[in-house]
C-alpha cells in the first residue's frame, strides 16, 4: 500500500506561480512512475505531467508534459524526501482544476486525494 499526501494547491492570479508536493509513503525507487493529473468541472481527468524510468539516484529519467503546459509546467522529484513536485509559472485561468498525484508500484495505480488549484483574478 502506497499513502500519497498532495501539498500546494490554492489560489493564485492569471501568470502567477504554484508549486504541488507530493508526498509518497514509500521510497519512490520502488516506484514505476510518477506524475500529476488534473480534472477540470465537466471535464475527463487527463495527464499534466510524469516521470518513468529513473532508476537510480543520478539519472533524471524520462519525463512527458501535456502539449498545454509545456514551457510552463515542470515535474521533478526528490529522493531523499520521496516526493515529487510540480513547478507550475505562468499560470492561466484554463489551468484551474484539482490535481492529482498518481503512482504506480508494481503495476498498482495509486492516487492522492487532489488538491484544488484556482487560477482567477
Known amino acids: 500500500q502506497v499513502q500519497l499526501v498532495e501539498s500546494g494547491g490554492g489560489l493564485v492570479q492569471p501568470g502567477g506561480s504554484l508549486r504541488l508536493s507530493c508526498a509518497a509513503s514509500?521510497?519512490?525507487?520502488?516506484?514505476?512512475?510518477m506524475g500529476w493529473y488534473r480534472q477540470a468541472p465537466g471535464k475527463e481527468r487527463e495527464l499534466v505531467a510524469r516521470?518513468?524510468?529513473?532508476?537510480?539516484?543520478?539519472?533524471?529519467?524520462?519525463?512527458t508534459y501535456a502539449d498545454s503546459v509545456k514551457g510552463r509546467f515542470t515535474i521533478s522529484r526528490d529522493n531523499a524526501k520521496n516526493t515529487v513536485s510540480l513547478q507550475m509559472n505562468r499560470l492561466k485561468p484554463e489551468d484551474t482544476a484539482v490535481y492529482y498525484c498518481?503512482?504506480?508500484?508494481?503495476?498498482?495505480?495509486?492516487w492522492g486525494q487532489g488538491i484544488q488549484v484556482t487560477v482567477s483574478l
Open positions: 516521470i518513468t524510468n529513473w532508476g537510480t539516484t543520478t539519472y533524471a529519467g524520462t519525463t
Open positions: 498518481k503512482v504506480v508500484k508494481n503495476r498498482v495505480v495509486y
Open positions: 514509500v521510497s519512490i525507487f520502488s516506484l514505476n512512475d
